[in-house]
Antibody
Framework: EVQLVESGGGLVQPGGSLRLSCAAS????????MNWVRQAPGKGLEWISF????????YYADSVKGRFTISRDNAQNSLSLQMNSLRAEDTAVYYC????????????WGQGTLVTVSS | DIQMTQSPSSLSASVGDTVTITCRAS??????LHWYQQKPGKAPKLLIY???SLQSGVPSRFSGSGSGTAFTLSISSLQPEDFATYYC??????????FGQGTKLELK
């Protein structure tokens, strides 16, 4: 069974940093591209970052570019998101998501971890 | 960026009804269009990929159609568990991939 389990969310002050992690199991992690998608309270879905299966390519939404860094460890079946210079507008539930290469659809989502940026 | 616009933003229906949700892209996206269902407090769930392919395990009352810029998600014979928010997503442009604003399906 495919499982994606996020951790690392919490309350952080504006300007602070946080590192999210996602533990993957039930599939060959190194064969899939992975993404982070977030959802602000009561709002829609926003894609924020992509990483290729071998970490050769990383992409970011303009809203987080230069502040967030995505990485993965295929040996440990884990995905991470380092978030720096956090702003109030980064407050959201963050989802770790697996992407189907052929279609680009997101077929498995973690349960999400809440990040709250507030003083 | 490719803009995705869903209509309606909300919809009231009864158990047993058939409903249709529309998603329009700001430019042609071929069939790189996917539909998700999200229930409160839960992660989104993939229903339809490639505009019309049913994800494994999803009931056949869900169906999708369209290509280019106009797409529809239809749900026939609504069940109580279908009342949720639905999102479309385009992956024609991978970065950024973009979502519609969502359609909330409520029980009448």
């Amino acid at each position: 069974e495919v499982q994606l389990v996020e951790s690392g969310g919490g309350l952080v002050q504006p300007g602070g940093s946080l590192r999210l992690s996602c533990a993957a199991s039930g599939f060959t992690f190194s064969s899939y591209t992975m993404n982070w998608v977030r959802q602000a309270p009561g709002k829609g879905l926003e894609w924020i970052s992509f990483i290729s299966s071998s970490s050769s390519a990383m992409y970011y939404a303009d809203s987080v570019k230069g502040r967030f860094t995505i990485s993965r460890d295929n040996a440990q079946n884990s995905l991470s998101l380092q978030m720096n210079s956090l702003r109030a507008e980064d407050t959201a539930v963050y989802y770790c998501v697996r992407r189907i290469a052929a279609s680009g659809a997101f077929d498995y989502w973690g349960q999400g971890t809440l990040v709250t940026v507030s003083s | 960026d490719i803009q995705m616009t869903q209509s309606p933003s909300s919809l009231s229906a009864s158990v047993g009804d058939t409903v249709t949700i529309t998603c329009r892209a700001s430019q042609s996206i071929d069939t790189y269009l996917h539909w998700y269902q999200q229930k409160p407090g839960k992660a989104p769930k993939l229903l339809i990929y490639g505009a019309s392919s049913l994800q494994s395990g999803v009931p056949s009352r869900f169906s999708g159609s369209g290509s280019g810029t106009a797409f529809t998600l239809s749900i026939s014979s609504l069940q109580p568990e279908d009342f949720a928010t639905y999102y479309c997503q385009q992956s024609f442009s991978m970065t950024p991939t973009t979502f519609g604003q969502g359609t909330k399906l409520e029980l009448k």
